[in-house]
């Protein structure tokens, strides 16, 4: 894989979607969502993995010129193909995004790292910066992970039956870069076909 960035992508595509199914394949004007997703983060430039518990559909694959990363780790989760993904990503750091995410963009990794190249300014041992609301809820699958951590820290929780990626931020120093409410939407997770009405379009 070329690292031509210090951050590598990583586009989670593995979930079960029960409350819509085929969600990531659902036309968003004139584009799949997992397409749409991956389109607006790659003009980033940055290297980029799809994870899946699968392979992708052709319909998908066709339109998602980058390598799939399948789960070695079975069905548990976002926390098992992080640990997945995290194995073979040769950046320094990885930025971890729900492939559900439908209007993220690249700027929000540009902010994270900024964040975290200040921390390291610092001599702080950071681990992950993550996105966080006023409410004070947090965004783990849009967030910017230190590789070698996220590779050791998932297979530890994996090893002893945790499969929460909130688990991961436990005994990490993690830095935080708050969203204000007027950008909220930037997070806005399609997990019910109503909440297509939130995309932006």
């Known amino acids: 894989m070329q690292a031509s960035s210090s951050t590598t992508i990583v586009l989670l595509a593995g979930g079960h979607a029960t409350r819509f199914p085929g969600k990531l394949s659902h036309v968003v004007g004139d584009q799949p969502l ?20 699968e392979p992708l559909p052709a319909t998908l694959a066709e339109q998602l010129p980058v390598p799939v990363v399948l789960d070695a780790h ?16 040769q950046t320094p750091l990885l ?36 996105p966080r609301h006023e409410s004070g809820e947090v965004e783990p699958l849009a967030a910017l992970y230190d590789t070698l951590r996220l590779r050791e820290r998932s297979a530890q929780l994996l090893s002893s039956g945790q499969t929460k990626v909130t688990a991961l931020l436990q005994e990490w120093d993690v830095a935080y870069v708050d969203v ?13 076909e109503n909440d297509l009405a939130g995309i932006r379009r």
């Open 34 to 53: 997992l397409v749409r997703v991956f389109r607006a983060l790659a003009t980033s430039g940055r290297p980029i993995l799809i994870s899946a518990r």
């Open 95 to 130: 930025f971890a995004v729900a492939g559900d995410l439908a209007n993220i963009g690249a700027g929000v990794i540009d902010e994270l790292e900024r964040r975290y190249h200040e921390e390291r300014g610092r001599d702080r041992p950071l681990d992950a910066v993550l």
């Open 180 to 192: 204000p409410r007027t950008r909220a939407d930037e997070f806005l997770n399609v997990n019910h």
């Open 74 to 89: 079975g069905d548990v989760g976002p926390l098992g193909a992080l640990a997945s993904t995290a194995a073979v990503v």
